[in-house]
């Protein structure tokens, strides 16, 4: 059974960086998409990043095109690791995120298409 572990989460100042590990176990990723999710204090759990069993990344957390290039996502399958990157943080992106894997054809913001989470990685952004 695939297990996930998220770490890099932490408090930072806005216009900061971090980056955020999703480490698995119990199967290898390659077989996956991995998405990140964040679930902000109120909101509904919302789709950031997904990188596709081919490497093909997507962002859902950008469409302003302020928001263009802060997130970047990779994955090193031989490390069973897939990180996220965000940069110029803003107190707008302070949440728990999660990783999570699908066995979808190509990958996706819907929550019910991932199958495997893990516990995830609170990242809070003030000043």
């Known amino acids: 059974q695939l297990q996930l572990v998220e770490s890099g989460g932490g408090s930072v100042q806005p216009g900061g960086s971090l980056r955020l590990s999703c480490a698995a176990s119990?199967?290898?990723?390659?077989?996956?998409?991995i998405g990140w999710f964040r679930r902000a204090p109120g909101k509904e759990r919302e789709g950031v990043s997904c990188?596709?069993?081919?490497?093909?990344?997507?962002?859902?957390?950008d469409f302003a095109d302020s928001e263009k290039g802060r997130f970047t996502i990779s994955r090193d399958n031989a490390a069973n690791t897939v990180l996220l990157e965000i940069n110029k943080l803003k107190p707008g992106d302070t949440a728990v995120y999660y990783c999570?894997?699908?066995?979808?054809?190509?990958?996706?913001?819907?929550?019910?298409?991932?199958?495997?989470w893990g516990q995830g990685t609170q990242v809070t952004v003030s000043s």
């Open positions: 990188i596709s069993r081919s490497g093909v990344a997507a962002h859902y957390a």
């Open positions: 999570a894997a699908s066995r979808h054809t190509f990958c996706t913001e819907f929550v019910p298409s991932y199958d495997y």
């Open positions: 119990g199967s290898p990723l390659e077989y996956y998409n």
